[in-house]
């Protein structure tokens, strides 16, 4: 189980499953309503917290509609789009903040944010979020980490991009600044994701360089790589969730929508739970199935002094007679007494 999870919820059942993440971004197309039926909807999908995006447009980029300020990338989802507008249409108004929270907590569910700068951290720590997310392109803003630090709470931070000099830095500025739990994401930052460049391998040599728990901010469509990444130690789980992808949300062509999400939260644990141990041999559950392995039988009724022969004994189906190792020792020997065909093969059989 997520220790994210145990800590966050303490009342959570330990049954192995990740912390799975609904992340609502600008998916909320600027309606509150909308907003609040997505917390529903992830709340009844069985994600363990749903999380926003806290900045304004004025905290994240400058209001100017030329050059770099432009996104030019012909393949962006946001082409011809100028930062600015873009993300004074995605962002969350921050007067929101407190009903969705509220209503989060009413499903059951956590609640918590990205938050871009000190003033967002500020907001949030008013509202009493429990943790803190720190995205991909913040990564590499140490200030913004260290004051999340300061906070004394969970952090989790997504690693696309970075190198590893730089998720170094990152972790070393939380640890250093207080923080008393840390969640390192792999990251893909293209939107969406094609899962050849997930490179999922990287997460145990992630949980293993950087001494924490480890998982993944996927922005794949569907829920493969999510799951395969659970299979490989993932425990934290973060999607981008939608009502509809034809809502057209600026996340939604990339984003999970209802059932997509159950079906991620619900594989996930299975994938999770799957991990076990090493072990070789029966466990508990297959002690009975034993029963159905093929032996030795005697299949002709036989006098005493009879010769076992091919024909007369067989490797067959259940297994309550002698191996199938046994079978070319066996071959040519007599028994010692009448045998009735069905009898399972043992040494006492014999003469």
Not at 38 to 63: C, R, S
Not at 71 to 91: C, F, M, Q, T, V
Not at 255 to 264: G, I, R
Request: aromatic fraction near 6%; charged fraction near 25%; proline fraction near 6%.
């Amino acid at each position: 189980m997520s220790r994210l999870k145990q800590l966050l919820n303490p009342n959570a059942a330990d049954d192995g499953s990740p912390f799975v993440i609904a992340e609502m971004s600008g998916n909320h197309n600027g309606s509150l309503d909308h907003a609040l039926a997505i917390v529903d909807a992830a709340a009844e999908a069985g994600a363990d917290a749903v999380k926003l995006q806290t900045y304004t447009a004025d905290t994240m980029t400058l209001d100017i509609a030329e050059g770099e300020f432009v996104i030019n990338d012909p393949k962006s989802l946001w082409k011809g789009r100028n930062l600015y507008d873009l993300y004074r249409e995605a962002h969350t108004p921050w007067d929101w903040h407190a009903p969705i929270m509220a209503r989060a907590k009413e499903k059951g569910i956590l609640c918590f944010s990205s938050p871009f700068d000190e003033t967002a951290v500020d907001l949030l720590e008013s509202l009493g979020a429990p943790c803190y997310k720190i995205a991909s392109f913040e990564c590499i803003d140490l200030p913004l980490i260290r004051r999340v630090a300061a906070t004394g709470k969970p952090m989790i931070i997504s690693t696309g991009m970075a190198t590893i000099a730089e998720i170094a830095e990152a972790v070393e500025t939380a640890r250093e600044g207080g923080c008393p739990h840390l969640v390192v994401l792999k990251c893909t930052s293209n939107y969406p994701a094609p899962p050849e460049h997930s490179n999922l391998l990287t997460i145990p040599h992630m949980a293993q360089l950087f001494d924490c728990e480890v998982g993944l901010s996927d922005h794949t469509m569907g829920i493969g790589v999510p799951v395969a990444a659970c299979a490989l130690g993932a425990t934290v789980i973060e999607k981008h969730m939608t009502l509809d992808r034809e809502d057209g949300g600026v996340d939604s062509a990339f984003s999970a929508e209802p059932a997509e999400m159950a079906a991620l939260v619900a594989e996930a644990t299975r994938a999770r739970q799957a991990l076990g141990v090493i072990r070789y041999g029966p466990t508990e559950v297959e002690r009975n199935a034993r029963r159905r392995r093929r032996s030795l039988y005697i299949a002709q009724d036989l006098q005493a002094g009879d010769e076992l022969t091919p024909q007369n004994l067989r490797r067959v189906r259940p297994g309550h007679g002698l191996e199938p190792k046994h079978y070319d020792v066996l071959l040519g020997r007599r028994v010692s007494k009448a045998v009735k065909a069905g009898t399972p093969m043992s040494w006492d059989l014999l003469g």
